[in-house]
């Protein structure tokens, strides 16, 4: 089956500086990704859609300049925390519809999610 | 808001029992999907089910959908405590949008 690998699965950073999550698609091209933040017990919000080869499509009250999107090919989209805080403190997945997802009618592959602390 | 809503939001059964969890949702949908997710991991995908679809299963699951009711349920059965994990209804309002997820029922299975 479709696979997504997201990396760094755990990550600590000090207040300031700058975290990458990268989310790969491996065995399946996704023009578009799908960037989630999730808090403890609750559901997933969607932060922004990222388009290969174009900007991300960021929700309301989601800070472009805090959380940079890039997708520069049909498998990779990185999502970066700029100048992280502990508020950034949170659990973020990626997902991704593989290309025949375009005419829908298929699921959501995830990635494992990424554990991210601010101290 | 919220397209999707689960209930119960958490629920407690003993092994061999069966988990029934309810979605709503308020627009239309081209399909609806359950998603499984252990703590502190990505999500699964259960079963897919079209607009068109009233009834699907896979394995021990089985899925309704009532889109007269835009509502539709997910029964487990015979759980095993290996089902325990938060599952979540999404509706997928447009080809190649996103889905809108609920905000998920805790399933806690007893051995």
């Known amino acids: 089956g479709a696979v997504v690998s997201q990396h760094p699965s755990r990550v600590i950073c000090k207040s300031g500086t700058s975290v990458k999550i990268e989310c790969r698609s491996l065995?399946?091209?996704?023009?578009?990704m799908f960037w989630y933040r999730q808090f403890p017990k609750q559901s997933l919000m969607l932060m922004a859609t990222?388009?290969?080869?174009?900007?991300?499509?960021?929700e309301q009250g989601v800070e472009k300049d805090k959380f940079l999107i890039n997708h520069a090919s049909l498998t990779l989209s990185t999502l970066t925390v700029t100048s992280a805080h502990p508020e950034d403190s949170s659990f973020y997945i990626c997902?991704?519809?593989?290309?025949?997802?375009?005419?829908?009618?298929?699921?959501?592959?995830f990635g494992n999610g990424t554990r991210l602390t601010v101290t | 808001s919220q397209q999707g809503e689960e209930d119960p939001q958490a629920l407690s059964i003993q092994e061999g029992e069966n988990a029934t969890m309810n979605c709503s949702y308020k627009?239309?949908?081209?399909?609806l999907q359950w998603y499984r997710q252990n703590s502190g991991r990505g999500l699964v995908h259960l079963i897919l089910?079209?607009?068109?679809?009233r009834e699907k299963h896979s394995g021990r699951l089985r899925v309704t959908l009532d889109t007269s009711k835009k509502s539709s349920s997910l029964l487990i059965t015979a759980s095993r405590a290996a089902d325990t994990a938060s599952y979540f209804c999404?509706?997928?309002?447009?080809?190649?949008?996103?889905?809108?997820f609920g905000p998920g029922t805790r399933l806690s299975v007893l051995p």
């Open positions: 089910i079209r607009s068109n679809e």
């Open positions: 627009t239309s949908i081209n399909n």
């Open positions: 997902s991704a519809r593989d290309e025949w997802g375009r005419v829908g009618n298929s699921p959501l592959h």
């Open positions: 999404a509706t997928d309002v447009g080809y190649g949008q996103n889905f809108v």
């Open positions: 065995d399946f091209q996704a023009t578009t």
């Open positions: 990222s388009n290969e080869g174009s900007k991300a499509t960021y």
